[in-house]
C-alpha cells in the first residue's frame, strides 16, 4: 500500500497550490480520503476530508473558503486545491486513507508560504 503525495512548494501569501495523493495497492473507491498538516513545532492538525463516495466534505476552520478537498476515483487520487494561502498554512501535509480498520499515511509535501 502507498500514498504518494506531491504538488507541495514555496508560494507567495495569496497564492494557491494544488496537491495531489495517489492511493495504489488498494480500492481507492472504498476509501474516506483527508488531508492533514503539521506546522512547524506543532502537532498535526486534520485540514479537510471527502468521503468514499465524495459525497460529504469536511474542513477546518481555517481551510473552509479557500480549500477545497476533491476526488477522482478513476484516478486514485485526491486533491487540496488551496487558494489564498497564508504564511500559517506553512507545514507538511500528509494525505490518509481510511476505511473499516485501515488507516494509512502518505510520506507528505512539504508547503511554505512567505509573507
Known amino acids: 500500500v502507498q500514498l504518494q503525495a506531491s504538488g507541495g512548494g514555496m508560494v507567495e501569501a495569496g497564492g494557491s497550490l494544488r496537491l495531489s495523493c495517489v492511493l495504489s495497492?488498494?480500492?481507492?473507491?472504498?476509501?474516506?480520503m483527508g488531508w492533514f498538516r503539521q506546522p512547524p513545532g506543532k502537532e498535526r492538525e486534520f485540514v479537510a476530508a471527502?468521503?468514499?463516495?465524495?459525497?460529504?466534505?469536511y474542513y477546518s476552520d481555517s481551510a473552509k473558503g479557500r480549500f477545497t478537498i476533491s476526488r477522482d476515483n478513476a484516478r486514485n487520487t485526491v486533491y487540496l486545491q488551496m487558494n489564498s494561502l497564508k504564511p500559517e498554512d506553512t507545514g507538511v501535509y500528509y494525505c490518509?486513507?481510511?476505511?473499516?480498520?485501515?488507516?494509512?499515511w502518505g510520506q507528505g509535501t512539504q508547503v511554505t508560504v512567505s509573507s
Open positions: 471527502v468521503a468514499s463516495t465524495g459525497g460529504g466534505r
Open positions: 495497492g488498494r480500492t481507492f473507491s472504498m476509501y474516506n
Open positions: 490518509n486513507a481510511q476505511w473499516l480498520g485501515d488507516d494509512f
